[in-house]
């Protein structure tokens, strides 16, 4: 069964600071990567995705990439309060157009 | 403002009931999914369309029932609800045309469902 694995936190970071949340796959046949924000109570947004290996950046956000290690990972730079939330992974193959989610990072951004 | 809309946005009902959850989007997007989200397993799927009058099972398919006669509407039904099956439902679609290949999913609103 393919596994996205997600630290489910909370990680507490102070404004201003750099957030970084970690997502690790465990399909090798994985071809795309997205990050989702879901604020409490609301669905999912999502805020990059990446499908090459190496750094993709969208403003404060990174999105970083390691097929080889099976890796994802997501910067958050300048972290404000209002990027409080829980940060899902989510992976998708080759072979249907479904995701398969990790559980989640809540983040809680100290102001 | 057109989208993805979920109804009802709440419901509780009773362990054996039959219940059913709607989907409707504006953007013709040619897949649509049902997932659900429990505290501590984020979100599994459960069942997702290609296109019309194509479905298939997700993760954790069993008792649930979907249909899609138009491209539009992706209807979820529990044929008899149990309490293992409160939850909060959401619906996606997505466009594989669009967003450079990315196949990008956009979310609804949410059902929060209570089996009592």
């Known amino acids: 069964q393919k596994e996205v694995e997600q630290n489910s936190g909370p990680l507490s970071v102070p404004e201003g600071a750099i957030a970084s949340l970690n997502c690790t796959y465990s399909?090798?046949?994985?071809?795309?990567f997205f990050w989702y924000r879901q604020y409490s109570g609301k669905s999912p947004e999502l805020i990059m995705f990446?499908?090459?290996?190496g750094d993709k950046e969208d403003g404060r956000f990174t999105a970083q990439l390691n097929k080889a290690s099976q890796y994802v990972s997501l910067l958050i730079r300048d972290s404000q309060p209002s990027d409080s939330a829980t940060y899902l992974c989510a992976v998708r193959d080759t072979g249907r157009r479904a995701l398969t989610f990790g559980s989640g990072t809540r983040l809680q951004v100290q102001p | 403002d057109a989208g993805i809309t979920q109804s009802p946005r709440y419901k509780i009902t009773e362990t054996g009931r039959q219940v059913t959850l709607m989907c409707h989007q504006t953007?013709?997007?040619?897949?649509m999914f049902w997932y659900r989200q429990d505290l501590g397993h984020g979100l599994r799927l459960i069942y997702y369309s290609a296109a019309a009058d194509i479905t298939d099972k997700g993760e954790v398919p069993d008792g649930y029932v979907v249909s899609r006669s138009k491209t539009e509407n992706f209807p979820l039904t529990l044929e008899s609800a149990t309490r293992s099956q409160t939850s909060v439902y959401f619906c996606?679609?997505?466009?594989?045309?669009?967003?450079?290949?990315?196949?990008?999913?956009?979310f609804g609103p949410g059902t929060r469902l209570t089996v009592l």
């Open positions: 996606a679609s997505s466009d594989p045309r669009g967003s450079g290949g990315t196949d990008t999913q956009y």
């Open positions: 953007w013709s997007h040619s897949y």
């Open positions: 399909d090798r046949g994985s071809q795309s």
């Open positions: 990446i499908y090459s290996n």
